[in-house]
């Protein structure tokens, strides 16, 4: 089918794709095309297309000019990454180039505005300033010798189809130093985004540009302030990283925090002085990983016995309290257990993950979701668990050590606990008890559920796999609010794990990487969705390349049961997710067109154990055609989801008339399932690409002229054909990007963003 087209994320990493200038104006709904830019995605593909970039170098320091030619004619022996391996690296001084060289090269333009003068030509376009003391951007001086100025692609002013880019700064030494730096981390010519100004080795400003090539200024971040130490207690510093919290909240924190630490004390009857943990503080998780490279709620750094967190509304009375770890280091050492390590942590946190441990063990052990023992010693299996469960269950299993063992022998074998599995087989049955035991003391908090609307919306893709342009970004946060102003009610959330062969079963990764599709940028998106007043449904997918999960198809049982223990073990992390931040909808599966067929047990069993851990709407996501027209297990399930590519004709130049009475004839099946088994049917995904003739093969991303007229048609017929029809309980298009610069206006993607099919959706949505 038609997924993400990750590959092409993968080669564009960093350089989110922005269109020419052209605008939509909200107010007049039209589209505004100003001065004719080049797009990033052009300037990136002109680079290819050129195959080689031309570092332009210079130095006053004669000891660091000496050394450039060394260090560069390595670099242009080596690979640059993956990305970058077909690209040829030429280098000259920049008293050697030629006015030729300056307009037809992709330009590397290092050294500071004193030594190397094209730095001062080429940054007319940006908003800087050349002073004797040094360089000012936007209302910022950077006039400290260890500050380095890094501009990712830039189109050059003297050719603006060709980027250039550059890296500046008052000192030669640090220029140079930075440059190796850089390329010791695989970075050379990828950073993480278009602007990144640095102070030694800290990030102190980042930025990314918008389709006008100006700042963008909600992907402008200036972290050149000084951090606020803000509460300091017997065993804490707090330090507030531009959080803008009330002083009570830090008293509340620190109460909370000390009180942890007074449990341990008591537990391991310390009467030692502790030595002091700072806490830092961050607001969101977007600028928490934009400052250290980790968007998790909350971690710690060991080597400067630092811990750092977010507390924003997303996780009000969610407390994660990682710097347990680092005080229980001091009281009874390490062990050969991290697991073992972080549940002991938990063991002592009132609020983990809002209702503590003990109420979400009980909620995995009813739902038959909870870890037998052996599998805490498997490290195959424990490497792909859900980090959510992984951590509750072991919370739990340290609670029930304690009780089995008393305390201490918990504490003497702590260090070094390393059980037969004779061991483990003995004690499983009163591991078991003790499991059940928790669900009889905490009860479900059973949520109430509204009413669903008729849903409006759209999948929302992670389309920017950066920090600042995914999921929990502030430019997702612009995204999902122009949708709520098109009269979106609802998105899907798409979080993908991958798979290499269709008919091998591996163990699915959960993506943890800070620029992916993480729990975090679940969590933002949901969240802000639901501030505009939309509901979420979490749909979760697995992409593979060259092929889809239709092709899933297994040689034996033996096989087919692997692969649903492991998809089994994916699909809980997230229904765990929806229901802890009470996300609306779940779908449990997309497109599985021979395994929902050949396997419909399989799908049952599944389907029992989420709906024992998650309470809201559950579905599934039929591809259209046999799958959806056959599969049986609808009874499970609160509503049908149809991922709707029926062809809407086989004509190169059909009327109107001709694409309506064709989805007449689609809606004729789309009835038949939704009455056979009384159910209603949701569009978990239909989309057109922004193509000539996208309804031929809707699903198929073939490489056609872009056509907004096209698109615009089909949007057209299947609102006007399904506007009446009892069955339908509500259409999420594919799809509404997380940023709102990708790939602009003329691409073919299937996007209706800022084209003419956001017209049609606007006048529908508003129905």
Known sequence: ??????????????????ANSSTYNEKNNVLVVEEDLPSRWQLRRNFYDKGEILIVYDAEDEAVLSTYPRFLKGLAKESLGRRNTNINIKYKRSTEISEEEIKNSV?????????????????????????????????????????????????????????FLRITGNSDTAILQFLKNQYAKKRFLNQSMDLEIYRKDAKIVVGGFDRQWNVEKDAYFDFSYTPRNVQSTEHFELISHDVQIESPYFKELTLLMEASIKRMETFFDNSQALSKVEVHLYKSAEEKGLLLGNTQQAHVDFDNRTSHFIYNDKYANNFLQAENVLFLRDLIGETNL??????????????????????????????????????????????????????????????????????????????????????????????????????????????????SPYLKGFNFAHE?????????????????????????????????????????????????????????????????????????????????????????????????????????????????????????????????????????????????????????????????????????FWDELDFIGLNCYYPLSKSDKPSNRDLKENFDRIKDKIRKVSVEHNKPIVFTEIGFRSEEMPWKNPHAEEDRAFSAEDQARCYEVIFEGIQDESWCKGILWWKFPSYLDYRGIENNSFTPNNKKAEKIVRKWFAK
């Not at 190397?116 to 002073?131: A, D, G, H, V």
């Not at 679940?522 to 509901?535: D, F």
Request: hydrophobic share 40%; aromatic share 14%.
């Open 464 to 632: 920017g796999y950066s920090i600042y342009n995914g999921y929990l970004s502030n430019l997702a946060t612009k995204s999902l609010e122009k949708q709520a102003s098109m009269g979106a009610n609802a998105i899907a959330i798409v979080p993908y794990t991958g798979m290499r062969d269709p008919k091998k079963p591996v163990p699915l990764r959960i993506s943890r990487h800070a620029g992916s599709e993480n729990i975090q940028g679940i969590i933002h998106s949901a969240y802000e969705a639901k501030q505009l007043g939309m509901s979420s449904m979490l749909k979760p997918q697995i992409w593979l390349r060259g092929s889809w999960p239709g092709d899933i198809k297994m040689d034996t049982q033996a096989e087919w049961d692997t692969f649903f223990e492991y998809y089994h073990r994916w699909i809980r992390h997230f229904a765990l997710i929806a229901e802890i931040h009470e996300i609306e909808m779940f779908c449990i599966g997309v497109e599985f067109s021979h395994a929902t067929l050949a396997q419909e047990e399989k799908w049952r069993d599944i389907f029992k154990s989420i709906r024992g851990l998650y309470q809201g709407k559950l579905t599934y996501a039929a591809n259209w055609g046999y799958e959806f027209e056959q599969v049986q």
């Open 338 to 451: 991290t697991w073992l390590e972080q549940g002991l942590s938990i063991f002592f946190t009132k609020h983990w993950q809002r209702e503590g441990y003990q109420y979400w063990a009980a909620r995995l052990t009813e739902s038959q979701n909870a870890l037998p023992l052996a599998h805490f010693f498997d490290i195959d299996i424990m490497d792909y668990e859900s980090p959510i469960i992984k951590d509750c269950m072991s919370a739990a299993l340290v609670s029930f050590l304690i009780e089995q063992w008393g305390q201490e022998t918990f504490i003497s074998k702590y260090p070094n606990w390393n059980p037969s599995n004779r061991e483990l087989e003995k004690m499983e049955m009163a591991w078991q008890a003790y499991l059940q035991k928790l669900v009889q003391q905490y009860p479900k908090n059973v949520r109430k559920q509204k009413a």
């Open 107 to 163: 330009l590397f333009v290092v050294g500071t505005p004193n030594a190397n003068p094209l730095i001062e030509r080429l940054s007319t376009k940006l908003p800087m300033k050349f002073t004797d003391t040094g360089i000012r951007f936007k209302d910022i001086d950077f006039n400290g010798k260890e500050e380095v100025l890094s501009f990712s692609y830039f189109p050059n002013p003297e050719n603006n189809q060709l980027p």
């Open 1 to 18: 089918m038609k997924y993400a087209p990750i590959l092409l994320i993968a080669f564009f990493l960093i350089f989110n794709c922005t």
